[in-house]
């Protein structure tokens, strides 16, 4: 019998929760890296020390608590999005092979791309307050802009408008939809071949191998436009996506759109691993 989609919603978003808990040191540093401008690299918060030195100056300058910035919106990004990217691969997966259809990559691919786009929408403004509040650092701000992730909603919408909280949807947009197609789609194939091979089957480890190749494949195609999503939704002087990619490949250069890698890699890696793990066992305890 097919499992509700609540069920499979609520997994997800549990899943997606605490993966974002456990991982987002990791992501306020790549964000603190990401948003660096060449010029400014020594002077702001991890100049020169990639992740390590990120985290490191971002707990001296500001405290612990600092490299959980933005977990609130965080968790509300990945109720959300997370919850609707995953509970909806399934169904429009089915959707696209049809009844009785052989599950092909390519419907994998294009299943992931669609609820990746359809979450995201719904979910942007989450993610810009999470973004903003990441960014908000005593390093990177003359001072605090905001006071929590209920009034960065509230100030965003006074001093921008309700559509500022829609910001760098475009690239949002694809950012998220590549992400999704590299860890839904590749941690369903792999998985599926994994379990094709002698001496595999469906526990841990091939969760890990999975989570893990999907993690890898997430951050090699998704580097340059989530570089590209953060710079827009952290610095609100860029006018469009074409502006802030021209602007950044000219003051920073080509490397700049992989600014960032080890700590999105370990970032992504790891979440994915800690995500499919999580949801394979709530999977099997509620549905």
Not at 194 to 220: K, M, R, S
Request: net charge positive; proline share 3%; aromatic share 10%.
């Amino acid at each position: 019998m097919a499992s509700s989609f609540a069920a499979v919603f609520f997994s997800s978003a549990f899943a997606a929760c605490f993966a974002e808990v456990c991982t987002i040191p990791l992501d306020t540093a790549k964000v603190r890296l990401q948003l660096q401008k060449k010029a400014a690299q020594v002077a702001t918060s991890g100049g020169g020390g990639g992740m390590l030195g990120t985290i490191m100056s971002i707990t001296r300058e500001e405290g612990v608590s600092a490299l959980w910035n933005g977990i609130i919106p965080g968790l509300h990004r990945q109720c959300v999005y997370g919850g609707l990217r995953i509970g909806l691969y399934e169904p429009v997966k089915v959707f696209f092979i049809g009844d009785g259809g052989v599950s092909l990559l390519a419907n994998k691919i294009i299943a992931a791309l669609t609820t990746g786009v359809i979450a995201i929408v719904v979910a942007n403004p989450t993610d810009l307050v999470k973004v903003r509040l990441q960014a908000d650092g005593k390093a990177t701000a003359v001072k605090k802009h905001y006071s929590g992730a209920l009034n960065a909603y509230a100030t965003i919408i006074r001093q921008e408008g309700i559509g500022a909280l829609w910001t760098g949807l475009g690239p949002n947009i694809a950012r998220n939809a590549i992400i999704n197609a590299a860890e839904l789609a590749s941690y369903d194939q792999l998985k599926q071949m994994f379990l094709e091979l002698p001496g595999f089957t469906d526990n841990v480890f091939t969760h890990l191998l999975a989570g893990l190749g999907a993690g890898f494949l997430a951050v090699c195609i998704g580097s340059p436009v989530d570089v590209v999503k953060s710079r827009m939704m952290g610095d609100s002087t860029y006018k469009s996506t074409l502006d802030c990619v021209a602007k950044t490949l000219k003051n920073d250069g080509l490397p700049a759109f992989y600014k960032g890698f080890i700590a999105n890699f370990c970032r992504i890696g790891s979440w994915n691993v800690i995500m499919f793990l999580t949801l394979e066992q709530v999977r099997r305890w509620i549905l």
